[in-house]
C-alpha cells in the first residue's frame, strides 16, 4: 500500500484551513473507522465534505491508505474511548498505547486542532455545547480534561429560593461539566477519566466539587478521585485532579480503585534541555528588568516572588497556558553575563512528558500556540499511569469490559481515485 494519509489530505485541500473544518473532522473519523462498523456515523457528511472538495466524481471514499502520523489507530483494539476537550491529545496518546480505539474526538480550538491531527490523523470535531450527544458513538471509557471554568453554584440556590423544581442536571447547566454528563447520561460508558486543576475541590468551598460529584453518582456511576503531582514523573511540580468513575451496572458497588502509587523518583530540569537554543528564546533586557522589578515590588509587599528561575538539579514550577505571554514562571539560568531564557517549545514538550516522536515542526503551528497547548495540557506519564490502573482494574473487576475484536469489519465504497505518483511514493 503506497499511499499514505498525507498525500489524499494534501490531494484533497487547496488550502490548509479546509482541513480544521467541520467536514474534515467528519471525513477523518470515517478513515479512522473504516474498519469497525462505526463509519456510518460519519458517512454521510463526509463524502458530502470530500465532493465539495474534489471533483474527482469517481473518488474511492475509502481509499486504503497507510497512516504516516506517529500515532496511528491500533489494528487490533480492544476497547473504545472519546476524548473529549481533547486539547493536543495527551489523553489520547496513553489510551491508544493501552491499544484503545478512539472513536470521537472533540476540541474547537483551531490549532490545537492542527496539532491533533498532524499527530493522529484526525481532526477533532468543534463546540460540544452544539453536539447532539445521540450522534456520539458507543465507547467503553470517556476522557476529558475539561476547562477550569468556574462553576456558579449560587445560579442553583437562586433557583432553589425562587421555588423552582430542578432536575439534577440542571445544577450544571451552563458549565462545560454539563457537556460531559449529558453525554455520560446518554452513553453510559463503562467507565470515565476526568481531571482538572486542583483548585476544583476547594472552589466555593468545595461545593462545586459536591456538584460534580453528587452528579455523577446519580448517572450510575462509582466515584474516586485524587489529587496528583506530575512531579514523581516529569520534573515539574503539576498537581492536578484525577476523577474516575466505574459504572455500577458493569461493576459491584464494593469496588474499591487505587490510583497509582508514585514512585519516589527525583526528577531534574535539567535532563529535558535542548542542547542548543536559539537566541530568540533569551529574554530581551527590558522584558527581564520589567521581571526583576515586579519581583521586588512584590516581595516588598510580602507577596512572594514573579518569576521562578529554576534550579537546574530541581523541578519547576507548573507550566501554564500564559507561560508564552513572559515565560516568567520558568526561566533557565544561563549564567551570569547573560540574561535567563524561556523553554523552548520542544522543551515544554519533554516538561509535560510527551514521547519523542510527538510532532510539532512543520505543523503551521506558532511557538504562542505551542506554548499555550502544553500548557493546557496534561503530564502524558501521569495519565499513562492512572489509564494503566483503570485498564488493569477493570479487566480485573468485570467479565464483559475488554474483549478483544469485538468490533466489526465492514466494508467501504472500492471506486477508483487518481493520485499522482509523486504523492504516492
Ligand atoms: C484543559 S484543556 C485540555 C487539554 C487536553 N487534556 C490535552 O491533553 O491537551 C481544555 C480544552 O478544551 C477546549 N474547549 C473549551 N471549550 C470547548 C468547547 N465548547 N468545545 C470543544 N472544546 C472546548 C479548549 O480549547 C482546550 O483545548
Redesign the pocket.
Known amino acids: 500500500m503506497g499511499l499514505k494519509y498525507s498525500n489524499i489530505r494534501k490531494q484533497l485541500i487547496q488550502k490548509e484551513s479546509q482541513w480544521i473544518e467541520e467536514g474534515a473532522a467528519y471525513v477523518t473519523h470515517y478513515w479512522q473507522n473504516r474498519d469497525n462498523g462505526y463509519i456510518d456515523n460519519y458517512k454521510k457528511e463526509a463524502e458530502e465534505y470530500i465532493d465539495n472538495l474534489t471533483n474527482e466524481s469517481d473518488f474511492n471514499y475509502g481509499i486504503p491508505f497507510k497512516y504516516d502520523v506517529p500515532f496511528p489507530p491500533p489494528k487490533k483494539p480492544t476497547f473504545k474511548f472519546i476524548d473529549?476537550?481533547?486539547?493536543?491529545?495527551?489523553?489520547?496518546i496513553s489510551f491508544q498505547e493501552l491499544n484503545g480505539k478512539c472513536m470521537y474526538s472533540?476540541?474547537?480550538?483551531k490549532y490545537?486542532k492542527k496539532t491533533y491531527d498532524a499527530n493522529f490523523g484526525e481532526v477533532?470535531f468543534?463546540?460540544?455545547?452544539k453536539t447532539d450527544e445521540k450522534k456520539i458513538p458507543d465507547h467503553d471509557i470517556l476522557v476529558?480534561?475539561?476547562?477550569?471554568q468556574p462553576f456558579s453554584i449560587a445560579g442553583v440556590s437562586k433557583k432553589k429560593s425562587l421555588g423552582k423544581k430542578h432536575g439534577f442536571l440542571d445544577e450544571t447547566q451552563g458549565t462545560?461539566f454539563f457537556?460531559i454528563a449529558r453525554i455520560i447520561k446518554e452513553k453510559k460508558p463503562k467507565a470515565f477519566l476526568l481531571?482538572n486543576v486542583k483548585n476544583l475541590k476547594s472552589h466555593d468551598n468545595g461545593n462545586t466539587f459536591k456538584v460534580i460529584e453528587k452528579t455523577l453518582k446519580k448517572l450510575g456511576y462509582i466515584v474516586f478521585s485524587k489529587v496528583l503531582d506530575a512531579k514523581y514523573y516529569v520534573p515539574q511540580h503539576r498537581e492536578r485532579i484525577f476523577i474516575v468513575g466505574f459504572s455500577k451496572e458493569h461493576f459491584s458497588k464494593n469496588i474499591v480503585f487505587n490510583f497509582p502509587e508514585p514512585l519516589e523518583t527525583v526528577q531534574q530540569i535539567r535532563s529535558i534541555l535542548e542542547k542548543s537554543v536559539d537566541e530568540k528564546y533569551t529574554l530581551t533586557d527590558n522584558l527581564w528588568e520589567y521581571l526583576q522589578n515586579y519581583a521586588k515590588k512584590h516581595r516588598e509587599k510580602g507577596n512572594g516572588f514573579g518569576f521562578g528561575l529554576v534550579d537546574k538539579n530541581a523541578i519547576s514550577r507548573t507550566l501554564s497556558a500564559r507561560y508564552y505571554k513572559d515565560g516568567s514562571e520558568i526561566l533557565i539560568p544561563q549564567g551570569k553575563n547573560e540574561n535567563p531564557r524561556r523553554l523552548t517549545p520542544e522543551e515544554c514538550k519533554r516538561l509535560m512528558g510527551f514521547p519523542t516522536e510527538f510532532k510539532i515542526k512543520d505543523t503551521g503551528v506558532s511557538d504562542t500556540q505551542l506554548y499555550k497547548?502544553f500548557g493546557?495540557?496534561?503530564a502524558v506519564p501521569v495519565v499513562r499511569a492512572v489509564a494503566n490502573s483503570m485498564i488493569q482494574f477493570m479487566a480485573n473487576n468485570s467479565k464483559d469490559i475488554l474483549q478483544a475484536n469485538r468490533m466489526n469489519p465492514s466494508k467501504l465504497a472500492n471506486r477508483k481515485i487518481k493520485i499522482s505518483q509523486e504523492d504516492s511514493q
Open positions: 473529549l476537550f481533547a486539547g493536543i491529545g495527551g489523553f489520547r472533540s476540541e474547537w480550538n490545537a477533532p468543534g463546540d460540544i455545547t476529558g480534561g475539561f476547562p477550569c462545560l457537556d481531571e497547548q493546557n495540557s496534561v
